[in-house]
């Protein structure tokens, strides 16, 4: 009884941190470019174009992503209109659940509360958790799908009457995590798992009937919307989702710079902040002690991790959140980790760690005091910087004392509250940045006067955001560019032959383009026509373009 509510007790816990952490002031900052705003446009579509089958987006049927996100943003924007707190609420849902698996496959792995609890928070205060979580992408649901299939397996592995019951909710957690992100979500957790009980020479756990049950609801539940897909647009949507989106991505990179062996070791270290440190650390003494281990959970986070890695590294498409699917593994390793060396062996490394990690800290405060003075022009209101600079540095000297006298638990609290200290004073200072990374306000003035064109040429990273705040027509402007990895169905302007044929077919333009391309336009437009800028929001230049014989007039 006192066991049930102690896990109560921590679940409460967990679930207020998560909100806090991870949903509150998610609606303070307007959907950015051009991600964000691509996955809103496309289910604002389907409802538009009253279609919850096939995602649509400039008027067309897109097919980058599979239908699950779309799903829940749509049904978001239904019960509370398409702004960004509808927008992010799934997310920030899935990742609190995501949360508690951790804390459920902890209790499982460890049998130790406190382990399960810490691993727990610090999946849930790292940076790419709490970036993800409060982000409109696809990854952070595909990666809790993945962890439920995981947690799914290991509690039928690990209380053997549940077996059965696991292997049909491992398959059924794949298929969500098919119909979030595509093939992965079963190669994945599958590979792991095969991997796992290969290592443990228990094949046998295959057997019984929850297997074979498990691939006919996998097969219920993920294959009818692609059966669906497939009879309804034939080759373009084979040729596109799993030709260009998945197996291009596998043997071209979209992003050449991160084709490179380091890329995922550095990032992953990087996005466990404020836990580096005890990553590495924890990562160190697995690798030291494993062979001396009995417990299995340790070589199934091995798995797990080891698959992933293995398959995103060999992919020549290389981005931070791809191998997000591990970090639950590396969160539980490192909660391990840190309770050992706090409870009775290593001490010194705690502190250690700690001090290292509050020294790192210190380039925040005293970033935003050279943010001040080098780009004022990013820093509308410096007296509030400057505040919060001093907070965060007497901050980080009270967890510096807390460190250094062993005050393990205060200073693993302080930790664990950086970054959503850092993220309060982001939502505040909302106002003096959003037009740095939001198309909103371009989007407005152009809704408020008008728009003096029928299309409106947009430089390629705002055309998502201008056409989801203004759902007018757009043409992208990208003169010499290489174009969408994956196709967007809009005039593509990418020469200036193209754009003097543009300019033609409209007696006025009005564009949103880039500084440099406000600055080159007389040159891109020809003698032919003046321009004017009529506003400026961040960014985001809107301009006006019309023949020279016809006087240049406002918006």
């Excluded at 604002?44 to 067309?60: A, C, D, H, I, V």
């Amino acid at each position: 009884m006192m066991k049930s509510q102690s896990h109560l007790k921590n679940i409460v816990i967990l679930l207020a941190l998560g909100y806090v952490f991870l949903m509150l002031g998610n609606g303070m900052l307007s959907l950015t470019n051009p991600d964000e705003v691509f996955y809103s446009q496309t289910a604002r579509e389907m409802k538009q174009q009253g279609s919850w089958m096939t995602p649509y987006l400039f008027g067309q049927p897109q097919f980058e992503k599979p239908i699950m996100t779309y799903w829940f943003l749509r049904l978001a924007f239904e019960a509370g209109g398409a702004g960004p707190f509808a927008a992010r609420f799934f997310p920030a849902f899935f990742g609190m659940i995501g949360v508690l698996a951790v804390y459920l496959l902890g209790w499982l792995g460890f049998r130790d509360q406190r382990k399960a609890f810490l691993s727990a928070v610090i999946l849930l205060s790292c940076g790419l958790y709490v970036g993800l979580s409060r982000t409109v992408f696809t990854d952070l649901i595909f990666t809790v799908f993945i962890l439920l299939s995981f947690l799914a397996f290991f509690w039928g592995y690990a209380v053997e009457k549940r077996r059965q019951a696991g292997w049909v909710l491992f398959f059924a957690f794949c298929a969500m995590a098919v119909l979030t992100k595509g093939p992965l979500g079963l190669i994945i957790p599958f590979c792991a798992v095969l991997a796992f009980l290969l290592a443990r020479r228990e094949i046998a756990v295959l057997k019984g009937w929850g297997f074979p049950l498990g691939i006919a609801v996998f097969g219920l539940l993920a294959l009818p919307w692609y059966i669906f897909m497939i009879k309804t647009y034939g080759t373009v949507f084979t040729r596109e989702f799993f030709v260009n989106d998945h197996w291009r991505r596998v043997v071209e990179a979209e992003h050449p710079a991160a084709d490179t062996w380091y890329y995922y070791p550095l990032t992953t270290i990087g996005s466990m902040f404020p836990w580096s440190v005890f990553f590495i650390s924890a990562a160190v003494w697995l690798v030291r002690t494993f062979r001396r281990r009995s417990n299995p959970f340790f070589l199934y986070l091995i798995c797990w991790t080891a698959v992933t890695f293995i398959i995103f590294q060999s992919a020549h498409s290389k981005l931070t959140s791809y191998i997000f699917p591990y970090f639950p593994a590396l969160a539980l390793i490192t909660g391990f980790f840190f309770v050992e060396a706090e409870q009775k062996k290593w001490p010194r490394v705690l502190r250690a760690g700690m001090i290292a990690t509050g020294v790192f800290c210190f380039g925040f405060p005293v970033g935003l005091v050279v943010a001040v003075k080098i780009v004022p022009e990013y820093v509308s209101q410096p007296l509030p910087v400057l505040i919060f600079a001093a907070f965060l540095a007497v901050y980080l000297a009270v967890f510096l004392v807390f460190a250094w006298r062993r005050r393990f638990v205060p200073g693993f609290w302080m930790l664990a509250a950086f970054l959503p200290v850092l993220l309060a004073f982001s939502l505040w200072m909302t106002p003096h940045f959003e037009s740095y990374v939001s198309s909103r306000k371009a989007g407005q003035y152009l809704k408020e006067r008008g728009p003096a064109s029928d299309v409106i040429l947009c430089s390629k990273f705002f055309a998502r955001g201008i056409r989801f705040y203004t759902d007018k027509t757009i043409a992208v402007l990208d003169i010499n560019g290489s174009g969408y990895f994956s196709p967007h169905p809009v005039e593509y302007i990418n020469t200036v032959d193209k754009l003097q044929s543009f300019l033609k077919r409209q007696p006025v333009t009005t564009a949103v383009l880039r500084k440099d391309y406000v600055e080159d336009l007389g040159r891109l437009i020809g003698d032919a026509y003046s321009h004017i800028v009529l506003y400026q929001a961040g960014d985001e230049y809107i301009v006006r373009i019309l023949p020279k014989q016809a006087g240049l007039t406002g918006v």
